[in-house]
Structure formats: C-alpha cells, structure tokens
C-alpha cells in the first residue's frame, strides 16, 4: 500500500527520502515520487515502476533541497503511470495521499468548474487543488489545511509541503497511519516507523484525525476541532537491521526461516510451563461469560481464523462465526449480546478489517485483536490485545506472522476452554506440553528445504494446482493455495479433502499437480481415499505426510515432502512451512519477484 516519507532538514533529504521509500518497498506500490523545495521552487521528480526508475530519473534531474516529501504509489484511481504518480502539486502546494477520498468526484467537478486544470486521474489530486486555491486566496498552511479537512470523505494519511513556506510540512490523518518522527535540528513524517527507521527511533503516532505543523524545531499537533494537543513520543523497536534481508536471499525466505524463533518468542508470552498453564495479558471482561465468537480477517490471516474455528469449537464448545472482513461488513451480521468478536491481523490497519472492528465494537461486542503490529489502529481499540511477536515482517506474502497467530490462537482456545469449564487441568497442561513442541517441530519441517528446493521445478510448470487437506488442515490447503498465487502466479485452489469429488475431481489428470496435507492421525485414512481417487484418474500427487503417512501412502507419489510427527493440535503450525517453502522454491524456478509480488500490497489500507 502507498508509502509516505517527509523530512523537514538543514542538509539535503533527496537521498534520505529515496532510502526512506526503499525502506517502504515491501509495503507494496507500482510507481513514485519525491518533491523537493528549493530556491523558490517545487522541484518534483517521479517515474513508474521500480524505485531504480526514480533513482534514475533523480539522477539525470537532482532534487536539491533540505525539506521535501516523497511516496510509493499502489493504484487505486487511475493506472500507475508516472502522471499518477505522486507527489501531485499546483504551482504553490505538493501533496502525497495514502487512501481513498471517497467524494473526490464532486470536489473534482467544483474544481474544473472554476477553470482549473487537473492532470491526473487520481483522486489524491484534488486535495493539493483545494489546500492551493486557499493558499492562493492568501491563506496560510494551517488555515489552508483547517479549511480543506473537514470537506474529505474516505480514508488518508497525508503530507503536503508548501512553496511559499519552506520550513515547515504538514500532515494528516484519517483512517490511514502516519506517524511524527523527532531528531535534533531535524524532523519527520513517515507511513510508519519503519519507513523512518534508519532517521529516528523517536516516534508520535498521530489519533484519527490529528494534523501536524511539522518544522525544523519540532511539531505542533491538532486534534479533528483543532485543539493543540500532545502525542507520546514513544522509543521505536524498528531499526534498520530489522528491515535488512541479511544472508537470505529474499524477506520471505528469512521471515521462513525466523519461523521456529517468533513462534518460541510469541509462545513465551502466552504460556507457563512451569505451572502447565496459559496466560492472557491483562482484560477486564468475563471471558466464561463468552457465548459465542465471531472471527474476522482478511487474506492469509483469515486462515489462521478458519483453524482456531476448529479449536475454539473443539476445546471450547463455542460456536464460531467467521468470515472475511469485507462480507462481514455488507451481510448485517447477526450480533449476540455477550458475543466476542476477533479480529486477526498482521498489520492491524487493514481497511476492511478495521471497519469490521468497528462495527462490532458498536453493536456492543467486546474487541479482541490479534496483531503483530503494537502500535497499530486495530491494536488500539481492542478491549483484548492478544499481540504476536513475530517481528517486522517484510515480504508481502505473510509466513512468520500467521504461525505466531496460530499460536496465540491456540493458547486462546485452551484458555477459553479453561473458562468455559470445558477443560481440566490436566488437558490444559497436556495442550501446553504440545504447543512448546512446536518451535522444534518447526526447526524439523525447515530441515526439508533442501528436498522442497530439489521437488519444486515438478510443480513450476504446472498452469493449474490443487491442493487438499481435511479438518484443521484443510485451511492449511486454502493457505498454500494462496502462497503459490500470491508469488508464482501459478492458478492453485485449497479444497477440503472430502468435497473434492464435488467438482475439482473433473479437473483431474496429468498435468494438474495434487499436493495433499494429510498428517498421520485420524482424518489420515479418509484422506488417503480421496487421494485414491485422484490417482485413479491419472492425477499426479505430491504427499506431505509424517513417516507413518509416507510409509502407507507414500508409494507411487509424484513427489513426497516429510515431515516431523507430531501432535494434531500443532500441525497446522509445522505444514505451514512445507506450503510456503513449495510456493517460495516454485516462484525461484519461475524467477518471479518473491517479496514484492505485481499487484499485491503488504498491508491493504483501501476498502
Ligand atoms: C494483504 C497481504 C496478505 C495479508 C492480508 C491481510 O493481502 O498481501 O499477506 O494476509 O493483506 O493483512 P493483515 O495485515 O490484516 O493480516
């Protein structure tokens, strides 16, 4: 999603903004920009594309300047073509926008009907339009930006520089993260810490709503009515190491590769082993009074939802509703009063999720939230937080991220059975004893990258693939499906083992490659039977299994994929990593751009 940079500086910021937008790259965007203000002028630089297009046009065209703004576009109005492409400007004002302005349409009208020209297709322009013709009637910057917010519908994070005014930015944000960054003699705006990491660890969220004067010496901060008001200035974890891909090849493998560390990381702060016990952070609501949840996410977290709806039924004996956030927002959900509503989210600022949150929130439902990212808006307005701690997680295809939530998803669902008197002691102990397993488990699974590596040329020239999986394994299969879209763009489809036969089965013959999720246990023999009949057909199967499940079923494969043994409750954790590896191996062969697939954004902030 769009990346916003702004630095407010006594020394050149062209290069620094340029590293900025690089930091943002994993965010996900089809074109950029900078501006830069110098000697009277707004100097503006942007190109389509890659960042080593603008790094290009920068360097045949400098920015020379010490105060500027610059932004990673991910189309939304208007194709990703370098008029597009932000920051957009007026002679006097130049403005990047992260979000939609839902009424730009009419705004757009007003404007053309005053004679003015607009040269792009984007909604975004409108903006720099009005906070120019305010300022060209002889307002100032805050009176300008007073004047303009309340007219937008939608959803923005801001940042416009002004030409007359060279000291200062201002920002603004709506429904869209920004955040204010603080140095000596130098200040900053950024999409969030990341993007500043590497400038500043000194970091003041801005509320919903809030607008900022940002200038050399610091920051003056406005609430909606335009109240000054102060923000904690709060030590960033994010450090520039953090965002460095080290000896890996690529975010995604690294972030793979964390996996066994995050997930041991995350664990820690749900469980006491001493004790057989787990432990939620601090809430203050009846978690037995619970009588019904209700899930929602979007994407590879939604996944993680559909296998904690198999535990929180199975342990709890709570019925779960779950659905994908943008449904759940148009289908008027039936709310029980008493009902826990869950959110899971890596990023926390997912645009459909968000509104999802909210709307239960205001049916009266207490807020859980399962997020990786603290500091987030989803994070902010839980009743429950329930944070993952899986690190920042770069490459757009999530992998770390929805292991850690499987996790505290797992040490929910026992905690909640523990609750609804559903579980003794003893089994909780028992589901403890299983879930500090998996760290090794995890370590077992990756020990097979070499044999992935070694199968996955078999699957790269497939058109189509299908995978299978039954129970809490069967979101496993939806999952993988979606790894080998998202980064091989290879046409896969998830499928529940036993409704195969209700469709996909007509897919079947040799060069539709079958990979079946089937742990040794016991759905283990039924979905051997559909593997049967994929076989049958002339289907070629790829079995990922245990050693008792390569024994019975392993001969006459395509390929296998071994895996350790282990406990049902931790499978889908540990066939999480043999599906990302196969769709990181494949998208390898196929030689396609693995952390920044086209089309996708790592954190989706637009409706
Ligand atoms: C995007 C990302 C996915 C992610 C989904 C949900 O589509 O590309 O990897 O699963 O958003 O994001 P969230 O931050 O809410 O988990």
Redesign the pocket.
């Known amino acids: 999603m769009c990346g916003i940079i702004g630095i407010v500086s006594t020394a050149p910021v062209a290069d620094r903004l340029l590293e900025g937008l690089r930091r943002m790259e994993y965010r ?1 965007y089809d074109s950029a920009g900078v501006c830069t203000l110098h000697d009277g002028a707004l100097v503006r630089r942007r190109a389509e594309g890659k960042l080593a297009n603008l790094a290009a046009e920068l360097a045949r065209n400098p920015a020379p300047g010490t105060v500027g703004i610059a932004h990673t576009r991910w189309a939304t109005h208007g194709a990703p073509t370098t008029s597009n492409a932000h920051p957009h400007a007026t002679g006097e004002v130049a403005l990047v926008h992260n979000g939609i302005i839902e009424n730009y349409k009419p705004l757009r009208e007003e404007l053309l009907a005053e004679g003015r020209t607009l040269e792009s297709e984007t909604d975004s322009e409108v903006v720099a339009h009005l906070v120019s013709r305010e300022v060209e009637d002889g307002a100032s910057p805050e009176a300008a930006v007073a004047a303009v917010l309340p007219r937008l519908r939608g959803a923005f994070a801001l940042a416009i520089a002004f030409r007359a005014h060279p000291g200062l930015l201002i920002g603004a944000r709506l429904g869209s993260p920004l955040v204010v960054g603080y140095a000596d003699g130098e200040m900053f705006l950024g999409s969030d810490a990341l993007a500043l990491a590497g400038l500043t660890q000194r970091i003041a969220y801005l509320e919903e709503g809030d607008w900022v004067v940002v200038t050399r010496e610091g920051a003056e901060i406005r609430d909606a009515e335009g109240a000054a008001v102060e923000r904690p200035v709060t030590t960033s974890g994010a450090s520039a190491a953090a965002v460095e891909k080290g000896n890996y090849r690529h975010y995604m493998q690294k972030e793979i590769f964390e996996q066994p560390t995050v997930v041991a990381q995350t664990l820690s702060s749900y469980l006491r082993p001493a004790e057989g016990r787990v432990a939620l952070p601090q809430f203050d609501f009846d978690l037995s009074a619970i009588r019904r949840v209700t899930i929602v ?6 996944y993680a939802g559909m296998v904690a709806k198999y535990w929180f039924e199975q342990f709890a004996r709570v019925p779960v509703d779950l659905d994908v956030a943008s449904e759940f927002r148009y289908r008027e959900p039936v709310l029980e009063e008493g009902g826990l509503a869950l959110f ?7 645009a459909d ?1 968000l509104a999802a949150l909210r709307h239960c929130k205001a049916a009266g439902q207490t807020i859980a939230v399962v997020v ?1 990212v603290p500091t987030s808006s989803m994070a902010r307005e839980a009743d429950l937080l329930l944070p993952t701690h899986a690190g920042p997680e770069i490459g ?3 992998t770390k ?2 292991t850690c939530q499987l996790a505290v998803l797992a040490a929910l669902a026992a905690h909640l059975a523990v609750a609804k008197g559903r579980l003794s002691r003893e089994e909780e102990a028992e589901i403890v004893r299983h879930l500090l397993e998996a760290p090794a488990a995890l370590n077992a699974a990756l020990d097979h990258d070499e044999d992935i590596e070694a199968m996955a040329p078999l699957v790269a020239g497939a058109r189509d693939v299908l995978y299978l999986g039954r129970g809490a394994d069967y979101p496993l299969a939806l999952e993988g499906a979606l790894k080998l879209k ?1 980064i091989s763009y290879i046409h896969a489809e998830g499928y529940a083992s036993g409704e195969m036969k209700h469709g996909p089965i007509a897919l079947i013959d040799e060069h539709v490659p079958v990979i079946v999720l089937a742990p040794s246990g016991p759905l283990f023999e039924k979905t051997v039977s559909n593997m049967e009949e994929v076989r049958a057909r002339g289907g070629r199967v790829v079995l990922i299994s245990d050693e008792d499940g390569l024994a019975e079923a392993g001969a006459g494969c395509l390929a296998t994929i071994a895996m350790p043994r282990v406990h049902p409750l931790i499978a889908p954790l540990v066939y999480a990593v043999p599906v990302q590896l196969l769709a990181y191996h494949v998208a390898c062969v196929k030689g396609t751009d693995v952390d920044q697939p086209r089309n ?5 902030t637009v409706e």
């Open positions: 996900g996410a979007c994407g590879t977290s939604f899971i989210s890596q990023s926390g600022e997912t999720t990786n757009v295809a999530s991220a929805f998202e996708l954004a790592k954190s989706v």
